[in-house]
């Protein structure tokens, strides 16, 4: 069964850099679509980007982040990371690692870890 | 970007009645070349992730139970719970994967009337 655990700090300084790891057990990180997607607290849902292992790590970013996000990815330690620049209050949220099943639908989930940019 | 708009935003239905919640795209999300709807469904639960229940507007995740059941093709679709259980208590939302960025509904909350 594959399972995804996020790691990081769960408070960042507004202005500073959000930094995020996904560790992936139970599967291989070498192929398959690997998503960063927040929930800010009682909100909906929001699609961050992808990293696409296959060779050459592709990546897609959400257009109303891409100027401030990076998703890479480690598969030596089976990780992929997300890292979201200049945060404020608005990038408060739960963040979730998330593989697809198919391109965009999302099949396994992390439980999640909240963020709280503070000023 | 794709507008996933879902109604109702909240629906109260009766242990063992039918629950119906509908999400319609702002543009087509229907593939001809392969005949796919790029749509899905999740189920979330206070304090926990999404759950995947329906991909390509109609498949059925592995272990979803057969009373949720995925229809519609275009710009319309439904998710129907035939008989409402107390475990179904729960947020619903869709989502299109037909194009970046891949977007969801706002969430429609179901509870027991």
């Known amino acids: 069964q594959v399972q995804l655990h996020e790691s990081g700090p769960g408070l960042v300084k507004s202005s500073e850099t959000l930094s995020l790891t996904c560790t992936v057990s139970g599967g291989s990180i070498s192929t398959y679509y690997w998503s960063w997607i927040r929930q800010p607290p009682g909100r909906g849902l929001e699609w961050i980007g992808y990293i696409y292992n296959s060779g050459r790590g592709s990546t897609n970013y959400n257009p109303s982040l891409t100027s401030r996000v990076a998703i890479s990815v480690d598969t030596s330690k089976s990780q992929f990371s997300l890292k979201l620049s200049s945060v404020t209050a608005a990038d408060t949220a739960v963040y979730y690692c998330?593989?697809?099943?198919?391109?965009?639908?999302?099949?396994?989930w992390g439980q999640g870890t909240l963020v709280i940019v503070s000023s | 970007d794709i507008v996933m708009t879902q109604s109702p935003d909240s629906l109260a239905v009766s242990l063992g009645e039918r629950a119906a919640i509908n999400c319609k795209s702002s543009?087509?999300?229907?593939?001809?070349?392969?005949?796919?709807?790029?749509v899905a469904w999740y189920q979330q639960k206070p304090g926990q992730p999404p759950k995947l229940l329906i991909y390509w507007a109609s498949t059925r995740e592995s272990g979803v139970p057969d009373r949720f059941s995925g229809s519609g093709s275009g710009t319309d679709f439904t998710l129907t719970i035939s008989s409402l259980q107390a475990e179904d208590v729960a947020v619903y939302y869709c989502q299109q994967y037909y194009s970046s960025p891949w977007t969801f509904g706002q969430g429609t909350k179901v509870e027991i009337k």
């Open positions: 998330v593989r697809g099943i198919v391109v965009g639908a999302f099949q396994y």
């Open positions: 543009q087509s999300v229907f593939y001809s070349s392969n005949n796919n709807n790029y």
